[in-house]
């Protein structure tokens, strides 16, 4: 059987510092996904980043720990503190409270025709506190999307909507890079995530885990052991995997990496996905229906001919 990896980098549109960490990491060939943050700095950003690199998955990176919720605090007061932000209280949570910020937060990523490929948590809330993770395994259910596997769950929702393993680590230390080749060596058969958090920094520990993603040493491994990096959007074809292309070669950037500045927020953010090509077919059913239409005009004309104009040669066109 062969070995599918999705390398996942969480935290996508924290800021524009961690975005550039994960487009970097995305462009040498090793993260192969993200997931996204709606309520944080660096989220319009991240969205047009997506849009243009639409080789790297983007999912929704569900977070009631840090920053304010997007939902009115009357529908959600079991989440916040008095001053609004989520106080991280879990232990107070309510799952129906929990259900209507997924949904907000959901609906704000496809608001902007960013769809995404799959839901995990900030802080493995979805991990840790059971009615997240029924909340969250519901809805990943209801629009079939694939969910952050919950190695504690006991009723595990279908194996074609989540992986068969789930590393959990950080690569942001000295020996990062070794225990992060140790993990492709050691890749089992099947489908796993490896989680990881890249962001692009000056401080070598915040740095780090960059570093270790783009050592040539991981690619080599991975192309060594045949593994094929995919997104969770191919898990929803689990069935056809043999079929997928791995993801080593990935499509330019429309600007240059480092180019690339969240628009303001007066302005809206340009949309590729409205531009259509017509296909050959509806070019020709175009071309068919002009013909015809023109017939039909010479037709109507030759009938309302004088007997002097119908002797009098045309020129030829171009003359």
């Known amino acids: 059987m062969t070995k599918y ?4 980098a969480d935290d996508f549109g924290l800021s524009d510092r961690v975005n550039q960490g994960i487009l970097k990491a995305h462009k040498f060939g090793t ?3 993200t997931s996204l943050m709606v309520n944080m700095p660096g989220y319009e950003h991240a969205i047009l980043a997506a849009k243009q690199t639409p080789s ?3 999912g929704l990176h569900f977070n009631l720990t840090s920053g304010k919720p997007l939902s009115p605090a009357a529908a959600i007061p079991s989440l916040l503190r008095k001053d609004g932000c989520f106080s991280g209280e879990r232990h107070s949570w309510k799952e129906e409270e929990v259900e209507i910020e997924l949904n907000h937060q959901y609906n704000k990523i496809v608001s902007t025709k960013v769809i995404p490929t799959h839901l995990d948590s900030h802080h493995h809330i979805h991990i840790e506190v059971p009615s997240v993770y029924n909340v969250m395994k519901k809805f990943a259910i209801l629009h079939a999307l694939p969910l952050r596997l919950n190695p504690f769950a006991s009723d595990p929702i279908d ?3 989540r992986t068969d393993y789930l590393i959990m680590d950080t690569y942001d230390t000295e020996d990062g890079i070794v225990r992060l080749l140790t993990h492709i060596q050691t890749l089992q058969e099947g489908t796993t995530e490896i989680m990881c958090h890249p962001q692009d920094s000056e401080n070598e520990t915040k740095g780090a885990e960059l570093l270790a993603l783009t050592n040539p040493l991981i690619k080599e491994a991975i192309q060594m052991h045949a593994i094929q990096l995919i997104h969770f959007r191919q898990l929803i074809h689990f069935g056809q995997l043999p079929k997928i292309e791995p993801l080593l070669e990935f499509e330019p950037l429309l600007e240059p990496l480092l180019e690339l500045e969240p628009p303001q927020p007066s ?3 340009p949309s590729h996905s409205k531009r ?3 296909s ?3 070019r020709i059913l175009k071309t068919r229906k002009k013909i015809v239409t023109l017939k039909k005009t010479r037709i109507r004309k030759k009938k309302h001919l004088s007997p002097l104009s119908k002797t009098k040669k045309r020129k030829p066109r171009g003359y």
């Open 280 to 282: 050959r077919k509806r």
């Open 276 to 278: 259509r090509i017509p």
């Open 159 to 161: 194996h074609a909507l």
């Open 31 to 33: 993260v192969s996904s």
């Open 56 to 58: 790297l998955g983007v």
């Open 267 to 269: 302005s809206p953010i």
């Open 5 to 8: 990896l999705i390398i996942n």
